[in-house]
């Protein structure tokens, strides 16, 4: 049994914390506490907050055992803010925080199996590096579909409720379930750090191929109503999977409605799944702007084990978000590399039937800057 105890705690502050099961230390660390949340009150958001945060996805312990990429992040943020001693506020992990194997955690006959799905978030959680960084940074997490269940998992998943269970029992995430869903189910959830929203959804446990549909009706009315109440200057909606990705445009097409028929401006995506790190902007899915996604993924799972550092400063008179992507330089060099100089949008689109990927391209786009102005997300 263990017993916490705080007082109330101030925003903008770095704490530091212990924990002790029946008097006995068993672990500590630190964390910085958010801004004061965006209210109706336009007094209190005129000044705007100034963060920093990492977004990645994809860890496979099986693939990777000696994850110093946690390390390396630390150190990132600190060049990125002339800091010696600099965490990011949080991170945001989207998705495939481990992976189950076919026939082994999970089964045809029997789905998920409980014990296997604990065992397997277990080894992450005591892998050092990802321990240690932890201990001093919030994580928010959503699943895909390998902490889910099997691969490219539906609502039919066998065995998702023992997925929700650890999940829930193990990710700190605010609110475990939407207020409004009466059947407890998903974990799909929404928050604000200072005047940023945050809304992170669960795409695989109303997910339906025959519909094309990632999201379910429940979850998108409450996706409705979060945009339409939203008093965030960005709105980041976060997903497991591209927004954009062939064959599920269903759920980019009722957000963009929403958007559109709301004129809600600052609406963008942060993603995961796809194995590298990837900016990409299309006018496409109904929206009165061009869809912005930010992606990185494989930071646990593939060589280059690549993550985005997003810095959010809303106080310049164009609220602004900047993401630093950084991958490793080579299979076995524990070296990861940004170019400031190197804008994301300015490099050579992959579109549909324009000949692979090089060798290069894919190198920059693991490395690349870009910075998303408010102006951009503006219903004109």
Same mark, same amino acid.
Request: glycine share 10%; no cysteine; charged share 15%.
């Given at each position: 049994v263990t017993t916490?105890?705080? !007082?109330?705690?101030?925003p903008l502050t770095r704490y530091k914390y212990e924990m002790r099961v029946h008097g006995s230390w068993v672990g500590g660390g630190s964390f910085r506490t958010a801004p004061p949340p965006a209210t109706n009150d336009d007094d209190s958001t005129t000044t705007g907050t100034q963060f920093d945060y990492v977004l990645a996805s994809c860890m496979n312990h099986r693939q990777d055992k000696n994850q110093v990429v946690w390390d390396t992040i630390q150190e990132k943020v600190n060049n990125n803010n002339n800091n010696n001693n600099y965490y990011p506020d949080f991170t945001l992990l989207a998705g495939d925080t481990i992976y189950l194997q076919n026939g082994v955690d999970v089964t045809d006959r029997d789905g998920v199996l409980e014990d296997r799905v604990w065992f397997r978030h277990e080894e992450q959680r005591t892998e050092e590096h990802f321990a240690d960084y932890i201990r001093q940074t919030p994580i928010y997490a959503t699943w895909n579909d390998h902490d889910y269940g099997k691969n490219d998992a539906t609502k039919d998943q066998k065995g998702k409720?023992?997925?929700?269970?650890a999940w829930n029992s193990l990710w !700190?995430? *605010?609110?475990?379930?939407?207020?409004d869903d009466d059947d407890n189910t998903g974990v799909y959830y929404s928050f604000y750090w200072g005047d940023v929203?945050?809304?992170v959804t669960d795409d695989h446990w109303y997910r339906d191929p025959k519909t094309n549909n990632r999201l379910g009706a429940k979850q998108t009315e409450w996706l409705k109503n979060q945009l339409v109440q939203s008093k965030g200057v960005f709105k980041v909606i976060v997903i497991g999977s591209d927004i954009m990705q062939r064959n599920w445009s269903s759920d980019l097409r009722n957000i963009g409605r929403v958007v559109s028929d709301h004129s809600i401006d600052g609406v963008l995506f942060h993603a995961g799944d796809i194995h590298r790190n990837e900016y990409k902007t299309r006018e496409t !899915?109904?929206? *009165?702007? *061009?869809?912005?996604q930010i992606t990185s993924s494989g930071i646990a799972k593939v060589w280059r084990r690549p993550f985005v550092h997003i810095r959010v400063d809303t106080k310049v008179n164009d609220p602004e978000m900047t993401a630093y992507f950084y991958g490793a330089i080579s299979h076995k060099q524990n070296v990861w590399t940004n170019d400031v100089n190197l804008k994301c949008s300015d490099l050579p689109k992959n579109n549909s039937g324009g000949g692979s990927v090089t060798l290069v391209q894919r190198n920059n786009e693991h490395i690349c800057t870009e910075t998303i102005r408010l102006s951009g997300l503006r219903v004109t």
């Open positions: 916490v105890n705080h !007082g109330i705690l101030e409720e023992v997925s929700r269970k !700190g995430n *605010p609110s475990l379930y939407a207020a929203h945050y809304m !899915g109904d929206f *009165p702007y *061009p869809v912005h």
